[in-house]
């Protein structure tokens, strides 16, 4: 059943002919197909907190271009490029959502197209702070978990008792202190300043949960770290930095394409219970292509605990 091969070179101009031609939304929609057969294969897996609701980390990542070849792609006067906006769901790290915009399109208006599932928690950058849209979320019954920007202005309505052992410096239920930021957002805000004693650096969270314990709060943040993870493994190992074609077509096609193979692999190694990291499996994969042989066989001799060597000192997708 699990066979792969493919009889023979393929040259590079065929491939850009066809992400000239070929729709993209094609690779989009057989994109959804496998990230609704992965979903539920990772649903259970642990991701650091014990949280049963749905936890997504959601950022972007920017794709630099030639302005000369991609002249489309407006991002600077001198340069080109595209973003990737991705809703990665942390039981399993699978996008659940991609846009992908010019490199001029501001981050925060992605939040007005973000699916929001009432119940599920969203770890979003900072760049993505914006009252409005975030009272959105609030009103649709999901939580958000945000940094503050260092001109965020709250007025404190009272304190919460806190554990400083914990890194905890403070938890605060507050309200916009700006006219503006009031009218977008009227509600209470909970306000919660940590301290990461491994980076030896200071936070300031934002969130609209009034119940989950603060360290609770400061871990999930912590765990948006894996959206970049994901951002730097496709750059790396699926190469969307060179593109076949130069068109908004070809450029949407590659990046649906990776994701596809990214959401494919996690499919394989979690159907066929593989211990290898995703890294090593796309490796085998990447080297017989051009052999007819069943995949279990390939993963026979392979070492499960190999790791990518990108994130040898960071935490590891499908560990």
Not at 44 to 65: C, H, K, P, R, W
Not at 194 to 200: A, L, V
Not at 278 to 289: G, K, P, T
Request: contains cysteine; positive net charge.
């Amino acid at each position: 059943m699990y066979h792969i091969g493919i009889r023979g070179a393929v040259c590079r101009n065929t491939l850009a002919n066809a992400n000239e031609q070929r729709d993209w939304r094609i690779y989009a929609d057989f994109a959804q197909v496998l990230i609704q057969t992965a979903r539920p294969l990772y649903a259970n897996d642990e991701f650091g907190v014990d949280l049963q609701e749905l936890v997504y980390a959601f950022d972007s990542t920017t794709i630099d271009l030639c302005a000369s070849l991609f002249p489309w792609a407006h991002f600077k006067k001198t340069k080109s490029a595209v973003k990737l906006h991705t809703l990665l769901d942390l039981h399993g790290n699978i996008p659940v959502f991609i846009s992908i915009t010019k490199g001029n399109v501001h981050d925060v208006t992605v939040l007005d197209v973000l699916p929001v599932e009432p119940g599920a928690y969203y770890m979003i950058d900072r760049g993505y702070l914006d009252f409005s849209r975030l009272y959105k979320i609030h009103r649709s019954q999901a939580f958000f978990v945000i940094p503050a920007k260092s001109n965020t202005r709250l007025r404190r309505l009272y304190s919460l008792p806190v554990d400083k052992k914990s890194g905890i410096l403070s938890d605060q239920v507050a309200v916009c202190a700006n006219y503006q930021a009031s009218q977008d957002y009227p509600e209470k805000l909970r306000r919660i300043r940590y301290y990461d004693e491994e980076q030896n650096k200071r936070f300031v969270f934002l969130t609209n949960n009034m119940t989950l314990p603060a360290t609770s709060i400061a871990k999930l943040y912590k765990c948006r770290w894996q959206v970049e993870l994901f951002f730097k493994w496709i750059k790396q190992h699926l190469r969307i930095k060179g593109f076949y074609g130069t068109s908004d077509n070809a450029v949407r096609s590659q990046i649906w394409i990776a994701v596809s193979i990214y959401v494919l692999v996690a499919i394989v190694k979690k159907r066929l219970n593989l211990r290898a990291s995703l890294y090593s499996i796309l490796q085998v994969l990447s080297v017989s292509l051009f052999e007819k042989e069943p995949i279990l066989r390939m993963f026979s001799e392979i070492d499960p605990q190999s790791q990518d060597p990108l994130f040898h000192n960071q935490l590891v997708l499908f560990d």
